[in-house]
T-cell receptor, first 114, second 110 residues
Framework: DAKTTQPPSMDCAEGRAANLPCNHS???????VYWYRQIHSQGPQYIIH???NNETNEMASLIITEDRKSSTLILPHATLRDTAVYYC???????????????FGTGTRLTIIP | GEEVAQTPKHLVRGEGQKAKLYCAPI?????VFWYQQVLKNEFKFLIS????????ETGMPKERFSAKCLPNSPCSLEIQATKLEDSAVYFC????????FGQGTRLTVV
């Protein structure tokens, strides 16, 4: 799986949009970008994933650059409960790759400031 | 069930004792993964299963670690003769479309 680079920490004011960047310059054509987060010491929580188009769900938006070498996770209105470590992971996906493991980096520790 | 259930939440073992951790995956999920988180941010992949078959065990310290996923039983991860360095949070994940993680078992070896 391709390696990802994320800033170690970020702060964001409550109510503002939190934009978390991720570089994945060696991503392959069949690799997706996944985002997970770990709140305190709980199990990692799936947020969103995408291949090349921008994606949005009830939790977040994912913006992937045209060359796919970087992406940004956007939490549109951050709340205190969004304080967590956010992991950007690239991996192959699809029905033939159901058993591919996730390779976690060190992530970004996002702190939401009241 | 709709969540991955891991038991126990906490486990304390003396060095050299055996530790056994359990994971009940979400019903209908065919894939199960075990991860070890030693420091706050570092996850290490241990082993994965497709149903009851081992798919990838490249992360397992084979001398002391073993794992099983048998039909109609929770999956298990067993550590024989625990060492201090085995102290960690062990996460299980099951996967349908996406991977869902349990809340982990915190193993403390003293």
């Amino acid at each position: 799986d391709a390696k990802t680079t994320q800033p170690p920490s970020m702060d964001c004011a409550e109510g503002r949009a939190a934009n978390l960047p991720c570089n994945h310059s060696t991503i392959s054509g069949n690799e997706y970008v996944y985002w997970y987060r770990q709140i305190h010491s709980q199990g990692p929580q799936y947020i969103i994933h995408g291949l090349k188009n921008n994606e949005t769900n009830e939790m977040a938006s994912l913006i992937i650059t045209e060359d796919r070498k970087s992406s940004t996770l956007i939490l549109p209105h951050a709340t205190l409960r969004d304080t967590a470590v956010y992991y950007c992971i690239v991996r192959v996906a699809g029905s033939n790759f159901g058993n591919e493991k996730l390779t976690f980096g060190t992530g970004t520790r996002l702190t939401i400031i009241p | 069930g709709e969540e991955v259930a891991q038991t126990p939440k906490h486990l304390v073992r003396g060095e050299g004792q055996k530790a056994k951790l359990y994971c009940a995956p979400i019903k209908g999920h065919s894939y199960v993964f075990w991860y070890q988180q030693v420091l706050k941010n570092e996850f290490k992949f241990l082993i994965s299963f497709q149903n009851e078959n081992v798919f990838d065990e490249t992360g397992m310290p084979k001398e002391r670690f073993s794992a099983k996923c048998l039909p109609n039983s929770p999956c298990s991860l067993e550590i024989q003769a625990t060492k201090l360095e085995d102290s960690a949070v062990y996460f299980c994940a099951s996967k349908g479309a996406e991977a869902f993680f349990g809340q982990g078992t915190r193993l403390t070896v003293v």
